[in-house]
């Protein structure tokens, strides 16, 4: 008898003379490039280093694309966009010590956010390892001990051999749901060192399915029939598992509201009948939900801000469905079921009973002119003029990506991202820097499109190098700068709560001026000017530059 995978295992006759007869003048680095090439990679991220050469001297006898940025931490923020909108695992090549730990901002948000980033980091040669002090330049104790709280997993490489393994086994790790970080390091004279191996060609790595206990869903699916007032949470899971379309159909199937997280931007449409939209930041919203006899909670842990910072005390049964196990009922007590949302919603829609409530768009109508009308008591007709004119100057489907900063803040309660997958912040670690490294990424993995960067002063001056990265590669980025003359919204939690602010203040360029000096064409707007600016920088190919100088304030909390 013929099995499948002795099919599988048996090479042709090209593909014995191509191992017996590799090419002459390749090095451990090529095994680097050949597997992710393999795997099917196409773009790598990245910055060398003096440890780090073999896989950058590799790179130039591969069919990849090599984007360098000039901080590492840039470098992970734009794989971690790379791997959001792509959906695909995200090359990032690193080199030792100071190289790697640069990365470690951008490698948690990737873990927060869920990002498939598969960072490759060089390591002192092999004699160095196992914790001795060597001196080798670049030397840690134990550097994989630094990721190894950040990631999904490690993989230590100390031969040739073990490369394509150990990187087929990271890409695994780093696209099975959740996606993650993952980390895999290798010596520097493994990289060097000439080798005789066989060319790396495929690569077998397909990632676990997550899928949900039928028995649980059973369960999930009479409770949701049944329910008098059944809602649902729709986090950045749902995004991620391109699930935004059975979760509309399952709404309407139970006539159930739906919020989205400021994770899960996008999931639900903004303007539909039962959409809540995204104010989880606001009383009026959490009371709606308290009052829920059956809450379905899709891909989120309901953390802090979903839970508006955990003043969220449900009263009715929560089914909860996260890919993250370690994410189940870590924050409320649930019907806890363990499964990618797309396939736990698809054995939902396939055993739930339709349900008819009249009553739900009416009281989502109540809801949202609640909440309408708490902002408009606050005299921010600045702040949500701003919103609406980003708004009106991006194109549907184009991506914007929004560091820590008050505008962002603003955004994620009150932007229609409209499409899912589109709207991408910093939300899941907060440190600032996202944006505009971000967007380059997310320009290298969708070229001609335009993306948006926001950002403010403060978090601006974590990427200004960038500016060089967006013009070497003329990449189709325009990045608004919203400048309040330092952390604005620092100033203002520092000011209600002590009375004043410290460190807050910053010394800034002059970003126009800075922008042409780089050769991106810069433009000062305001908030009258700033939709008709934006679209315009938009509508440019390659990159460019909008500075509004604006003092923004925050909508007050309902949390405190």
């Known amino acids: 008898m013929t099995h499948d995978h002795d099919l599988v295992l048996r090479p042709t006759a090209a593909q014995r003379e191509a191992a017996l007869n590799p090419p002459p003048g390749r090095n451990g680095g090529d095994l680097v490039v050949e597997t992710l090439a393999?795997?099917?990679?196409?773009?790598?991220?990245?910055?060398?280093?003096?440890?780090?050469l073999g896989m950058f001297d590799a790179l130039r006898r591969s069919s990849l694309r090599y984007v360098g940025l000039r901080v590492e931490n840039n470098a992970g923020f734009a794989a971690d966009a790379y791997g959001r909108i792509t959906g695909e695992a995200a090359p990032l090549?690193?080199?030792t010590g100071p190289g790697a730990l640069m990365s470690l901002a951008a490698l948690q948000e990737a873990a927060a956010a869920s990002a498939p980033v598969l960072a490759i980091g060089s390591q002192v040669p092999v004699a160095g390892l196992g914790g001795g002090r060597h001196g080798y330049l670049h030397e840690l104790r134990d550097q994989q001990a630094s990721f190894r709280d950040v990631v999904k997993s490690?993989?230590?490489?100390?031969?040739?051999?073990?490369i394509p393994s150990a990187i087929a086994a990271a890409w695994e790790s780093a696209l099975t749901a959740p996606h993650g970080p993952v980390w895999v390091e290798i010596p520097q004279d493994v990289l060097l060192a000439p080798t005789t191996l066989p060319v790396v060609t495929a690569m077998d790595a397909t990632p676990e399915e997550v899928v949900p206990r039928p028995e649980l869903t059973a369960v999930a699916a009479d409770l949701l029939s049944r329910a008098a007032r059944p809602a649902i949470i729709a986090g950045g899971g749902v995004v991620r598992a391109d699930a935004s379309g059975k979760l509309l159909a399952l709404a309407e199937r139970l006539d159930a509201p739906v919020v989205t997280t400021f994770g899960g931007k996008g999931a639900f449409p903004w303007r539909h009948p039962l959409s809540l939209q995204s104010w989880l930041e606001d009383r009026h919203t959490t009371d709606f939900l308290e009052d829920a006899d059956v809450l379905l909670v899709v891909g989120s842990g309901l953390g802090e801000l979903s839970s508006n910072y955990?003043?969220?005390?449900?009263?009715?049964?929560?089914?909860?469905?996260?890919?993250?196990?370690?994410?189940?009922e870590s924050n409320h007590p649930a019907l806890g079921i363990h499964a990618d949302a797309r396939l736990a919603l698809q054995a939902l829609l396939e055993t739930v009973e339709p349900r008819e409530d009249a009553t739900a768009p009416e009281r989502v109508r109540t809801v949202l002119a609640k909440v309408a009308d708490r902002i408009a008591a606050q005299d921010l007709g600045l702040e949500q003029g701003v919103v609406a004119a980003v708004r009106e100057a991006l194109p549907d489907r184009a991506p914007s990506f929004w560091d820590m900063t008050i505008l962002a803040y603003w955004a994620w309660s009150a932007f229609d991202a409209r499409h899912p997958n589109t709207m991408h912040s910093a939300q899941g670690a907060g440190g600032l820097g996202y944006a505009f490294p971000a967007a380059l990424g997310a320009a290298v993995a969708e070229p001609g499109r335009p993306v948006l960067a926001v950002s403010g002063d403060g978090g601006a001056m974590y990427s200004l190098a960038e500016l060089a990265t967006a013009r070497q590669y003329g990449l189709d980025v325009t990045w608004l700068i919203v400048d309040d003359g330092g952390y604005g919204i620092l100033r203002e939690y520092m000011t209600d709560a002590f009375g004043e602010a410290t460190g807050t203040e910053l010394t800034r360029p002059d970003f126009v001026a800075l922008a042409e000096s780089f050769g991106v064409p810069g433009?000062?707007?305001?908030?009258?000017?700033?939709?008709?600016?934006?679209?315009?920088?938009?509508?440019q190919p390659g990159p460019s530059v909008v500075v509004l100088p604006?003092?923004?304030?925050?909508?007050?909390?309902?949390?405190?």
Not at 38 to 52: C, E, N
Request: no cysteine.
């Open 38 to 52: 393999g795997l099917g990679a196409s773009t790598v991220f990245g910055l060398p280093g003096q440890h780090a």
């Open 523 to 539: 433009v000062r707007t305001t908030p009258d000017t700033l939709a008709a600016d934006l679209a315009k920088a938009l509508a």
């Open 310 to 328: 955990h003043t969220f005390a449900p009263r009715g049964r929560v089914v909860q469905i996260e890919a993250d196990a370690g994410k189940l």
């Open 550 to 560: 604006a003092l923004l304030r925050m909508f007050e909390p309902t949390h405190l």
């Open 93 to 95: 090549l690193l080199s």
């Open 154 to 162: 490690v993989h230590t490489v100390r031969t040739q051999s073990q």
